[in-house]
């Protein structure tokens, strides 16, 4: 645990690396004779110049807890004691974090949704949805079966009832329409 | 009183009243579906009002206001995904409490909180119409832009280890709402000539990815749901000891929620969140806040409520929309020929009576019908959790491409829910974020204009005795969190080193 | 005695759309759609918007489908045209022009801009004014003129958004009198009068139509009008020209369509504007705003809006807003 440099460090040099690069595109702003005497790139360079130096802090921070950290688990060793697990743990904010499985389960949800995008304006809403709603539900967990089936098809039609008749949104129609003609 | 006679003898002797109850219930049915905010809600009636009498239409419309408010809070609740802007703020302890099994009886909260700031809200527009115009005048952009700190501020509060945290989701808000058209010379930044961010990122796409899709990947990764046979399963509405512990924060709510309605500038989101942040401030028990606290949702309820009563202030007074709800309740009246303006009340007292008439039925009717609503709605949200997830995907894509009919926001859900599931991995709080967002604009925009009014003298912002008030109620705070940090932080150190002194003896 | 009256009452409204769903079909006939939306950047209770709004329920009644009033707000117009280029030019989608999306257009790089879209019908003609609150000192552009010579932080000038024609307005008018007080924008017509109530500005620009019902409060006073002659509703107020500043600037308020609208539809739009401008109700309405009618069909129009463009390009690089 104490080996690697704190996740903190890390953040915060990410939200240095991040800050860079929204002051450089701040540089890029034109700036207008119509603009008044604070100049529209003005708020934003301040912003970034407050998110570096929060990261910077962030990351000093992480470094600061862990030399202290390092210095009692020392002083422990020295005195013949194993470092004290809580020691170890608080360093890292003692958050409990998600496995990597968890994380790869949460990313395939994601990729479930940009999957529906990519579809939605090819296939139609209708399709589209029960597609998304059949995925989703089976990637969750569900039998497939003829319950399942038959949920994916209610809701995609009942969505369409909502949406597209009650309320008139004009959700992407798909290729449909080119069959009819 | 002679305004009650004719309210009543309005509401007598015209349907009003059943427009009222009749837009109240299409109102929760929209304001509960994500994406169809107040405003479209009332839009997609304005055309069935053509042919009815000027007070049925208005009250029609205005009774859809109120009942949309509130039913932005059934989805904010039970899946996480606020139904309208003002909502959001709701989600946050709202989700919480009902996946503690405590889904029911948020419900009640948030109904009893709606009715209470609705008739509140009422009351004030009625008695005070004329001083809440005149509230609405004294606002001038140093003190919007005090307005925005003063809502900032709560960042500094949020518990500790995390202020560092808190401070950069804060400051990535703000440079979030940056994104867009510039407010005062009109360049666009960060645009990337895209076409479609020139009008900024909305908010309530990066609430729904942050709050919404985030979860869902949660719970795709880890299940953290109660199974539905253990969850309540029924509205529970407050005992009247819960209900009166509520008081504080609902009075909270109301007020600032009368308040920020009159506000051409504020409107509910903002109000809604910022009296989420006072009642935390004041609370008895902050740190239950976020945690599923009964007042995190009587708060932000009773404001966006009473917000959809004293909005109608600065239409009625000056023909002044402060919203896009209240502009088509503006465009309701134009087309029945009535013109809001400073002479209404005195030209239209039937109208201007019955409105108000109209309201109060419009609030009592909410009750009655967010308890006759919310039975489906809990029925719905306990089906078995992998259908559930699937629809709540499919509702969140399809509301959301409802507000701009565009595949662009659906992919700006969609990226915010992986910026909401890191700031989850990494321990960034939500709140900062969410509010360097509704409040950026409002703070750069005012902040700006308050310079441009003096050439770039700072005095101007003490000078205005609202916005000093303000500032240094904004200072104040954050000194006094500061304060509690140091302390804080001073205890925790002192306790670890004493247990490390133990261990080393 | 109560329920007599609401019997009434709800009787007369059903009868009312009874009669108006037996018109519509026939309309409907003429016109490929049963909805049509009518898009506007204005944010709401703007200038724009409360045109249309008004507008629609006329137009329901003399084209047959009805009119949806969008607001697509953001980039002064940008997204409202980018909306509109992305849209069908089967007639089910329009936009309420007005200068601001040619500016905007003209400012900004854009991938739909004014040119993905072509003029249908012109409508009105609106005369742009300068208004002071009821107890400013100001009779007259002048005087605000002299003031603000005598004194330039002593004046403050209120425009509407960044990309708006009275923003343009007000620059060619410091131009022209060497005036040079600060400018304030605003996020709209709404916002601007509020800073004109409470005294933040001393003077600003806007449309009567939004201005009367403070007018007819004594709540606010018109002091000059950017005219070529004064208006028949308010005699007593001079224009522009009268005090030697010579500038006549016309907001044009129409409709315009995506870039392809067939023929027919033009058609249908020419014959249903003239129509609604008959309108006696209608005529009342825009007569009591002080709006002129001025329609040109969709030929003319286009025309115009491309004259518009060419004139409001001069004057952006004249004045080194743009390359």
């Known amino acids: 645990m104490l080996k690697r440099l704190p996740l903190d460090v890390w953040i915060g040099l990410v939200a240095v690396l991040g800050a860079g690069i929204y002051w450089r595109a701040a540089t890029h702003i034109s700036i207008s004779p119509l603009d008044g005497v604070i100049n529209a790139a003005v708020l934003p360079k301040m912003y970034a110049m407050v998110l570096a130096g929060l990261g910077a802090l962030l990351a000093l921070r992480a470094l600061m807890i862990r030399a202290l950290a390092e210095r009692a688990v020392a002083r422990a060793a020295l005195a013949g004691q194993a470092a004290p697990q809580a020691i170890a743990a608080a360093t890292d904010g003692g958050e409990k974090m998600p496995t990597a499985r968890e994380n790869m389960r949460a990313v395939g949800m994601l990729a479930l949704g940009l999957g529906f995008l990519l579809i939605l304006p090819k296939l139609g809403y209708v399709l589209s949805v029960a597609l998304l709603v059949g995925a989703v539900s089976l990637y969750m967990g569900a039998k497939l ?11 995609s039609i009942t969505f369409y009832l909502l949406f597209v008749q009650l309320l008139s949104i004009p959700l992407p129609a798909g290729f449909w329409p080119s069959l009819m003609r | 009183m002679e305004g009650f006679a004719t309210a009543w003898s309005v509401l007598t002797t015209t349907p009003a009243a059943f427009a009222a109850v009749a837009g109240v219930a299409w109102g929760i049915v929209g304001g509960a579906l994500p994406g169809i905010s107040p405003s479209i809600a009332m839009a997609l009636l304005l055309p069935f009002t053509y042919d009815m009498e000027p007070i049925s239409a208005i009250v029609l419309l205005a009774a859809t206001y109120v009942g949309a408010e509130y039913g932005g809070s059934i989805p904010a609740i039970l899946i996480r995904t606020p139904g309208t802007n003002a909502a959001a703020a709701t989600s946050i302890d709202g989700y919480e409490m009902h996946k503690q099994g405590r889904g029911g009886e948020a419900l009640g909260i948030s109904l009893v909180s709606g009715v209470t700031g609705g008739m509140i809200g009422l009351i004030f527009l009625v008695s005070f119409t004329e001083p809440l115009a005149k509230l609405a005048l004294s606002f001038t ?24 945290k808190g401070l950069m989701a804060g400051v990535i808000g703000l440079m979030v709402a940056t994104i867009g058209t510039d407010p005062l010379s009109g360049v666009g930044r960060f645009t990337f000539d895209n076409a479609e961010l020139l009008g900024g990122v909305p908010f309530i796409l990066v609430m729904v990815g942050v709050f919404a899709v985030s979860e869902l990947m949660s719970q795709a990764g880890k299940p953290e749901w109660r199974k539905a046979d253990d969850a309540q399963t029924r509205i529970k509405l407050p005992s009247f000891r819960n209900w009166r512990k509520l008081w504080k924060s609902q009075g909270i709510g109301s007020g600032i929620g009368i308040f920020e309605g009159v506000m051409p500038g504020a409107g509910g989101s903002i109000a809604a969140f910022m009296s989420y942040n006072e009642a935390r401030r004041w609370s008895k028990e902050p740190e239950l806040f976020g945690k599923g606290s009964p007042e995190g949702i009587a708060a932000p309820e009773t404001a966006n409520n009473a917000v959809a009563c004293t909005a109608l202030v600065p239409v009625l007074s000056f023909g002044i929309p402060g919203s896009n709800s209240t502009a088509i309740l503006l465009g309701g009246l134009l087309i029945h020929g009535l013109h809001p303006g400073p002479l209404l009340f005195q030209q239209e007292p039937e109208f201007v009576y019955g409105l108000f008439g109209g309201l109060a039925v419009a609030n009592v009717a909410l009750f009655a019908i967010g308890m006759l609503m919310l039975t489906p709605a809990i029925w719905l949200v306990n089906r078995p959790k992998p259908y559930l997830m699937a629809c709540i995907l499919a509702l969140v894509f399809s509301g959301i491409y409802s507000i701009n009919h565009s595949m662009f926001d659906l992919y700006v859900v969609l990226a915010s829910g992986l910026i909401g599931y890191l700031m989850r991995l990494f321990g960034f709080p939500f709140l900062p974020l969410v509010l360097g967002l509704v409040l950026g604009y409002l703070i750069e925009a005012n902040y700006r204009r308050a310079l441009e009014l003096t050439g770039g003298d700072h005095r101007v912002f003490w000078e205005s005795s609202i916005s000093l008030g303000l500032l240094i109620a904004a200072a104040v705070f954050i000194l006094a969190s500061a304060v509690r940090d140091a302390q804080m932080a001073r205890r925790k150190l002192r306790a670890a080193t004493q247990a490390m002194e133990a261990n080393a003896e | ?14 009868a009312a759309g009874f009669l108006a769903s037996t018109n519509a079909p026939v309309a409907a006939q003429e016109y490929p759609h049963s909805t049509v939306t009518l898009v506007t950047h204005s944010s709401p209770g703007g200038g724009t918007d409360v045109f249309l709004r008004e507008m629609v329920g006329f137009l329901g009644k003399a084209m047959g489908p009805t009119f949806i009033v969008e607001n697509v707000k953001g980039g002064s117009g940008a997204k409202a045209m980018a909306k509109l280029a992305s849209s069908p030019t089967d007639g089910s989608i329009f936009y309420g022009t007005t200068p601001t999306y040619i500016n905007t257009s003209l400012l900004s790089k854009l991938d739909a801009d004014y040119t993905s879209l072509e003029g249908v019908a012109n409508v009105f003609m609106d005369p742009q004014t300068v208004f002071v609150r009821a107890d400013s000192p100001f009779q007259s552009i002048s005087d605000v003129v002299a003031a603000s010579k005598a004194n330039p932080d002593s004046v403050l000038f209120g425009v509407t958004t960044p990309g708006s024609l009275d923003r343009q307005v007000m620059e060619k008018f410091k131009k022209m009198t060497g005036v040079t007080s600060r400018v304030i924008t605003h996020d709209g017509g709404g916002d601007l009068l509020i800073s004109v109530l409470n005294g933040t500005v001393s003077a600003a620009i806007g449309e009567l139509q939004e201005l009367s019902p403070q007018i007819a409060a004594g709540e606010i006073r018109i002091i000059t009008t950017y005219t070529a002659e004064r208006l028949a509703t308010l005699p007593d107020v001079p224009t522009a020209r ?9 907001k044009f308020r129409g409709i315009a369509g995506p870039r392809g609208v067939s023929d027919e539809i033009k058609a249908a739009w020419s014959t249903g504007i003239q129509k609604v401008l008959e309108d006696p109700d209608f005529k009342a309405w825009y007569s009591a705003q002080s709006l002129v009618p001025a329609f040109m069909p969709a030929a003319e129009y286009d025309q115009f809006l491309n004259d ?9 690089i004249e004045y080194g807003i743009i390359k």
């Open chain 2, 141 to 164: 952009f140093p003190a919007y832009f005090a307005l925005g700190v003063l809502g900032l501020s709560v960042i500094a509060s949020l518990s500790s280890g995390s202020v560092i």
């Open chain 1, 145 to 155: 079966g003829w319950r399942h089936l038959a949920v994916a098809l209610i809701a």
């Open chain 3, 308 to 316: 518009f463009a060419v004139d409001q390009k001069a004057f952006l």
């Open chain 3, 1 to 14: 005695m109560r329920f007599g009256f609401g019997k009434i009452t709800l009787a007369a409204a059903v």
């Open chain 3, 242 to 250: 009268e005090q030697g500043i010579d500038m006549v600037v016309n």
